[in-house]
């Protein structure tokens, strides 16, 4: 069983920068496949990022490619998602997850444990 609550959602201009955090609990956590995902108004949600169990392997969607980058901390059970020039569309709930399945991006094994979400606005 693993937890995951995210932090450091916020309101950015466009172009700025803005971190995100998720913190698991579980002795567990490190042997998961982690990933962001997001959710837009109107939209269904969809892939960000992934990141292997040992942080050696990530995959990216195509649309934040070179401006998001994910990383993990196995020690404090935490990954972190950094976000460079962000631009409106990436306007969205920002969710955690916990045991992708690596290279599936989302599409057909639905991870088992979700983070609650968290804002980010990206104002023009």
């Known amino acids: 069983q693993v937890q995951l609550v995210e932090s450091g959602g916020g309101l950015v201009q466009a172009g700025g920068s803005l971190g995100l955090s998720c913190v698991g609990s579980g002795s567990t956590f490190s042997t998961y496949v982690m990933g962001w995902f997001r959710q837009a108004p109107g939209k269904e949600r969809e892939f960000v990022a992934e990141?292997?169990?040992?942080?050696?392997?990530?995959n990216y969607a195509d649309s934040v490619k070179g401006r998001f980058t994910i990383s993990r901390d196995n020690a404090q059970k935490t990954v972190y998602l950094q976000m460079n020039s962000l631009n409106p569309e990436d306007t969205a709930v920002y969710y955690c997850a916990a045991d992708l399945l690596f290279g599936d991006y989302g599409r057909s094994y639905a991870p088992h444990y979700w983070g609650q979400g968290t804002q980010v606005t990206v104002s023009s």
């Open positions: 990141i292997s169990w040992n942080g050696g392997t990530t």
